[in-house]
């Protein structure tokens, strides 16, 4: 009677780890991954400048790749600043502070969400944000004309300017530099914000959703062409959000999901000079890992293509560029101690169902 016992409760074991890894085989794409593109992976910095970092930024310039997050003892401690490294000489350059949130009242904010920026012509462009929290911040530039060596005294933008939220902005044909923003005090609402003029001046579009069929934020854009963009973007209904705009951005339809999951983290997608969409997410419901690479030549249909990582911990909060070699340009969050970079040949980026 014992050992008929013993056998039922193993069972009974067996077929609960048997559901629960069905269940996580479900949550991962169903695809052969291009391995083979994944050319180059490293951490940013080896000695830690801060006991914790997060959410990188990555741009190119026309001295190299400057990179940049937010660190100090805990997101949301008043001692968070900006950090930043070039890329010299075949590695990393040591992690400088460039922002804090010290005010001219002497209190100090945390700093929050770097979003790095080159013009076709003008500064570099740091926007970040700085408040006790993401639904009291405001927003901050910075510029540099030595391609991140050195950058001016920060500004703070205009009222109910935030800057590009977390994803970098794109220049459409006419010079105008459109960002991607979001907000948090009345629900979470999606919205975008133009510039002309390199950020002298501000027009405010939206909110584009109403904060209750989707609490949606962080859009990163991309481009279709003819005036056709699309935003792509977190939720907290467990999938990736989808707006579409026919004018440049000037307005913007129905806020609808894509067929992707996300665990309420941030996300990043860029347009390739092919026409191809590459986007850098959370493949899960749940959780911060795995982290993974979906293509599309649509901007509707996904299809998985690679997984950066995937054992346990958090991986969070990418950033993607093409530089002008038609490389791909990864950073993210690696267990809130590091940032990671990883480089893709979007050409060997092939997916087998």
Known sequence: MKTNRVIAILSLCFCTLALHAASLASEAPATAMSTNALLKMEFIF??????????STIVETADGLV??????????????????????DGGWSKPMEVANGIQHTRKRYPCWNPVLFQ???????????????????????????????????PRRLPEDILGPVKNKPIQLPNGDILCGSSSEHAGWRVHFERTPDLGRTWELIG?????????????????????KLQAVGRTRQGK?????????????????TLDLPNP???????????????????HTERGRTPL?????TDGRTWQPVLTLENTPGEYSYPAIIQTRDGLLHITYTWKRLRIKHAVVNPDLLTSTP
């Open 207 to 227: 909110p584009v959703n109403d904060g209750k069929e989707f609490g949606a934020i962080q859009p990163s854009i991309l481009v279709h062409g003819d005036g």
């Open 119 to 153: 013009p076709r012509q003008g500064p570099l462009m740091l926007f970040y944000k700085v408040g006790p929290s993401p639904s009291q911040w405001w927003g901050m530039l910075m510029t540099s004309d030595d391609n991140g060596k050195t950058w001016s005294l």
């Open 264 to 282: 309420n983290s941030g996300i990043d997608a860029v347009t390739l000079k092919n026409g191809r969409h590459i986007l850098v997410y959370n």
């Open 292 to 296: 993974n690479v979906a293509i599309s």
């Open 46 to 55: 080896d000695e830690l400048p801060t006991p914790q970092c997060h959410a």
């Open 240 to 256: 990736v959000f989808q707006i579409w705009s026919q004018d440049y951005g000037r307005t913007w339809e129905k806020m609808t």
């Open 67 to 88: 990179a940049a997050w937010f660190g100090g003892r805990h997101e949301q401690n008043e001692d968070v600043g900006i950090w930043l490294s070039r890329y010299q």
